[in-house]
């Protein structure tokens, strides 16, 4: 992953005008679908971690106010682009009267259940944190980001977290660091589909543990996932080849297979359908953001 940095020179003490930070793609190690509520959202366990792959995102200061976007948009509607809600979410609640620039290098493919709008809505906020001298906490940020997204509030946090509710309540755990595997299916996975799924399991029972070994658990959205998109069934089968762990992450289509060392997860690539994009990374023990905002919280030992 591209490490973030700002245009400031060491020394400068001119305020700073313009930050380069990464957005990381993450995985769901396992997904269970524990119940429905009342007001049809699915409650979920689920374990997050970040990559050292992921999107680059620029901000350049305005002095008008204006928050706005350069470069490719990617066919994404200025409504719909999370990381400029991110940024007019941040303006109102803190009151900024500041503007912004955002361009967006894409890596993590769209729809892929790697949480790419998430982590780049999560990017803006802690980038902005810093621009704007607004000096709030993680916890100021999630409440912003629950917002945009159930998932933002996990790229907001700095380490791998059990997440339930509906992805916002987060328990921050120790996940041995991981090569990782991963196909993209080009295929498109509607959320809305895979959770309508009659066949989708929703009584898993919780985890009652907080330390989870390689290839503990499943991915309940699944099975309806497969039944419903061939591609993903043949990634998914690729990967099974090299690794009983393999499985979906999120809704899909992306699928993974975690490795110990980075030849075993390069040879699971190599061996994919030749038409089947993929890549290889490597789990992150800490978001690499996590300075740009304080924590409130006391942070359970490890």
Known sequence: MTKWSSRL???????MRI???????????FLHVTGRRADGYH???SLFVALDFG???TLALRDDGAISRSGDNFGVAA???LALRAASALKRASGCAGGVDIAVVKRIPMGGGLGGGSSDAASVLLAL??????????????GIGLTLGADVPFFLSA???????????????????????????TCAVSTAAIFAAPELTRDSPSAKIDVFSEGYGRNDLQRPALERHPDIAAALAALSACSSSARMTGSGSCVFAPFTTEAQARAAIAARPRAMQGFV???????????????TEAVPPR
Do not use: F, Y
């Open 9 to 15: 020179r060491a020394g400068d003490n001119r305020p």
């Open 19 to 29: 930050l380069t930070v990464p957005a990381p793609a993450k995985l769901n190690l």
């Open 43 to 45: 409650t979920l366990e």
């Open 55 to 57: 999107d680059t995102i």
């Open 79 to 81: 409504q719909d682009d």
């Open 129 to 142: 944190n810093r621009l704007w001298d607004l000096g709030m906490t993680r916890e100021d940020l999630a």
């Open 159 to 185: 380490q791998p977290a059990l997440a339930r509710g509906i992805g916002e309540c987060l328990t921050p755990v120790s996940v041995p660091a991981l090569w990782v595997a991963v196909l993209v299916p």
């Open 281 to 295: 990374a490597r789990t992150l023990a800490r978001h690499p953001l996590a300075a740009l905002a304080r924590c």
